[in-house]
């Protein structure tokens, strides 16, 4: 399967805004009729400048959106990344949102990164920050993705930097969570770190404030390669565990690979010629599509909301639906919906 088999031409922004639509997780509420829309998207946003973050948007059909305001009352003027809820009806706030937070704006806003928690009475919020933080041990987490293996697990995915060793770059892990998603347990799991040069981020990084065995930032750069946003819980016809993630440079050449987990060794099957759930599509006017979220719908099809950027590569990202299907070959495709 080459890199243009889902033709990315047919994606089209949900609700165009001008203002960043990045990282859509896309929520579907409990059909008990406490909530006012049927599903739900949490957006990154622009930087907040207000003490509020994630622009949330409902819908009762998927296609048509409403914009809800901010769904997390930051507090805090920092940069906030891709949020990920999830219900738990048995706690007195029963929407939980884990998000990263940096420790500032602009400059630092990709720094200091850790995983944090929120939670609200309702699914469009005020989300208030519950005080816990999943990965103190850690100076970059984001990305954090919940879901239940097929044994009943429940499980969390996030991206975190690998810098002991080369290629110097942002990997995804998978480890436990509690219920209540108030911490992680046991240890991490390592499902893929980046190996090939699509995913490189950046040929001559410098970080000043990232601390690399050997390397004198004065002096040096270094090649620095991005695998991010992994998407959980999927199983192939064939019966495969397999994970989405999203790599290379966001604001450069970005696309949607699949990790492929026999439970022992996770194997990426992306490597830049074959084998994208979906990828750019410039000629058709199509952008680094990618950080996807997943949802089974109640009638069992599934569907990925991502992001993309339309007309140029310097457009603002937007959101945008495909449904998730298999290739002959046990392999997800992202086929748009137009």
């Known amino acids: 399967m080459g890199t243009t ?22 929520f579907a509420a409990p059909g008990d009729g406490s909530a006012r829309y049927r ?10 400048l207000d003490g509020a973050a994630f622009p949330v948007y409902g ?6 959106w409403a914009p809800l305001g901010s769904a997390l ?17 048995e706690l007195n706030r029963p929407y939980v949102m884990l998000y990263s937070r940096a420790v500032g704006l602009g400059p630092e806003g990709h720094v200091g990164h850790a995983i944090r928690r929120a939670d609200s009475e309702r699914p469009e919020g005020p989300f208030v920050d519950s005080g816990e933080i ?26 975190m930097d690998f810098v002991e060793d080369e290629p110097y770059g942002t990997g995804i892990v998978e ?50 390669s991005t695998v991010e946003a992994p998407v959980g819980g999927l199983v192939s016809p064939g019966g495969r565990r397999v994970y989405l ?44 599509p990618g950080h996807c979220s997943w949802l089974r719908d109640v009638d069992g099809s599934d569907y990925l909301m991502l992001h993309a950027r339309f007309g140029s590569p310097e457009a603002k990202r ?21």
């Open 245 to 288: 993630y999203s790599g290379g440079c966001f604001y450069g050449f970005y696309a949607v690979g699949a990790v492929v987990d026999d439970g022992v060794s996770p194997q990426d099957v992306s490597d830049g010629q074959a084998n994208f759930v979906i990828g750019p599509d410039p000629d058709r006017g199509v952008y680094a």
């Open 5 to 26: 088999t889902a033709r990315s031409a047919q994606l089209r922004p949900l609700l165009p805004e001008d203002r960043d639509q990045g990282d859509p997780f896309l």
């Open 39 to 48: 599903y739900y998207v949490y957006t990154t946003g622009e930087e907040s």
């Open 175 to 224: 480890t436990g969570i509690t219920d209540d998603l108030t911490a992680i347990e046991g240890e991490r799991r390592l499902l893929a770190r980046p190996a090939t040069d699509w995913q490189v981020y950046d040929a001559a990084r410098v970080m000043p404030w990232k601390t690399i065995p050997g390397v004198d930032w004065t002096t040096h750069t270094v090649r620095w």
């Open 134 to 159: 999943l990965t103190p041990d850690l100076d970059f987490a984001i990305d954090p993705d919940v879901y239940r293996l097929a044994d009943g697990r429940l499980r969390l995915a996030f991206a």
């Open 59 to 64: 819908s009762d059909d998927l296609r048509t």
């Open 318 to 338: 937007q959101m945008c639906l495909a449904s998730l299907r298999w290739s002959g070959a046990d392999l997800p495709v992202a086929v748009p919906i137009g």
């Open 73 to 89: 009352q930051a507090g805090a003027r920092t940069a906030h990344w891709a949020p990920c809820v999830r219900h738990v009806p």
